[in-house]
């Protein structure tokens, strides 16, 4: 009775009625909602494949380089990379690429359609102090093989621009880092050196390349230090250019001076230098002398210790090929426990230019010009001149080989 009595006041209710309808309404709309978002979310996971590609990675650099040159984008939001190189003259080339600024961008490559959202990280790399990144790219699940495609058109891409070329890295807190574009290869015979200089240190250099079984059953540690000392000029830094370019050899510059430097990124640095790499310490003199600290010049003090640089060279791992070279201008205020041997195992000389050298750049300059060679190699006879000096006065005179002998006395002159 009561039952029946309940169930006519509420049927017959239109306010409650119309309560229990828009209740109704609304859950179903909330189910249906949350379904949506479920069914969009599966279906997202179904249909979109994902990329994740982080900061830290090397084909990081990679694909942002690539996406510049990809036409197809709809973007408005760029973020400018500049790369610049400092010639051997001082001049400075720079060049600006766009790539992609942080923020959601849409790309069309081989017909598909890519998302690609540039995302900073809250995280920031205490070293560089720029903020880590993420690149997420997202294309239909179908289409991602292109994906792999991708990175290797990137990395293929990239590296076809270090072909040929020397990279240059410099240490950035406990990385090395490529400094500027990657500089055309400078050939061995540009460089002069007194006779037979260049090819003793390339046969010890290639005797070592490539030996690195007889040194690990010797249980030596397969490195090879080279010091080469002499004037300003001389062609030092030239050489070792020259070299790893012959080689196939990246240059590392170690700058000691450097104010984020400490013992223990020294040591990590050392001993995680890119393959195929010559490890460069220029003028160390200027670093260390006799064990003093150095300033950067600023006023600084470089926190690399003599005992910590000594470690660092010491340290490296025994199985990896290690090559360095040490320049200076001075010799004589180099530490001796620095070029023992084990540290340097080879010394090269590079002096102001012999009559040897003088004949030998003259005729690099002007070809086929003998008797000239021998008459500007008389004329400049007695006196300290460098290659260095020479250079500027046959680039002065670069369309005229007689004025360049008649004007000999010229080259004397501070350039
Ligand atoms: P260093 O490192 O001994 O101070 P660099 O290698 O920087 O000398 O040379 C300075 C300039 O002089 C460069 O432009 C280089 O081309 C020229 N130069 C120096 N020495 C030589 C050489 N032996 N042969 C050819 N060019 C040289």
């Not at 650099?61 to 400018?80: D, E, G, I």
């Not at 001076?257 to 490890?279: K, M, V, Y």
Request: proline share 4%.
């Amino acid at each position: 009775m009561l039952d029946k009595f309940f169930n006519s006041l509420l049927e017959n209710n239109p306010y409650f009625t119309a309560g229990v309808g828009v209740v109704g309404f609304g859950v179903g709309v909330a189910t249906l909602r949350r379904g949506l978002v479920l069914g969009t979310e599966i279906a997202r996971r179904r249909l979109l494949a994902t990329l994740e590609i982080h900061s830290k990675d090397v084909s990081y650099m990679w694909f942002l380089q690539w996406m510049s040159q990809q036409p197809a984008r709809r973007t408005h939001k760029y973020a400018v990379q500049t790369s610049f190189v400092q010639h051997d003259n001082g001049s400075v080339s720079t060049a600006f690429s766009l790539v992609p600024g942080p923020g959601r961008h849409y790309f069309k490559w081989k017909g598909v359609w890519f998302q690609i959202e540039r995302h900073r990280d809250k995280a920031v790399d205490l070293i560089t102090t720029t903020p880590f990144e993420t690149v997420t790219l997202t294309t239909l699940s179908r289409d991602r093989h292109l994906f792999t495609e991708l990175l290797h058109e990137s990395q293929a891409i990239a590296l076809a621009k270090q072909e040929g070329k020397t990279v240059i890295y410099t240490s950035w807190g406990p990385e090395w880092k490529p400094f500027g574009l990657p500089r055309k290869r400078r050939l061995l015979s540009s460089v002069i050196l007194d006779k037979n200089v260049k090819e003793r240190i390339i046969t010890d250099i290639e005797e070592f390349i490539g030996n690195g079984k007889w040194y690990s059953e010797r249980g030596i540690p397969y490195r090879r230090g080279y010091l080469l000392y002499g004037p300003p000029g001389s062609g030092k830094s030239s050489f070792i250019q020259a070299l790893a370019g012959e080689l196939g050899y990246n240059i590392c510059i170690l700058n000691l001076g450097e104010r984020a430097l400490t013992d223990d990124r020294l040591n990590h640095l050392l001993s995680n230098a890119p393959e195929r790499s010559i490890l460069l310490l220029e003028d160390i003199d200027a670093a260390f002398t006799s064990r003093k600290l150095q300033d950067d010049g600023q006023g600084y003090p470089s926190m690399v210790t003599f005992s910590g640089l000594l470690n660092a060279l010491d340290g490296v791992a025994a199985s990896e090929e290690r090559i360095i070279f040490m320049t200076t201008n001075y010799v004589e205020r180099l530490d001796q426990a620095l070029i023992r041997p084990g540290r340097i195992d080879m010394k090269e000389y590079f002096g102001n230019a012999t009559d040897y050298q003088i004949k030998h750049m003259f005729l690099r300059f002007y070809e086929n010009e003998e008797s000239l060679a021998d008459e500007f190699v008389e004329r400049t006879k007695g006196r300290a001149v460098s290659p260095a000096q020479l250079q500027g006065h046959f680039v002065y005179y670069k369309n005229n080989p007689k004025q360049a002998v008649e004007m000999a006395e010229n080259v004397f002159q501070a350039w």
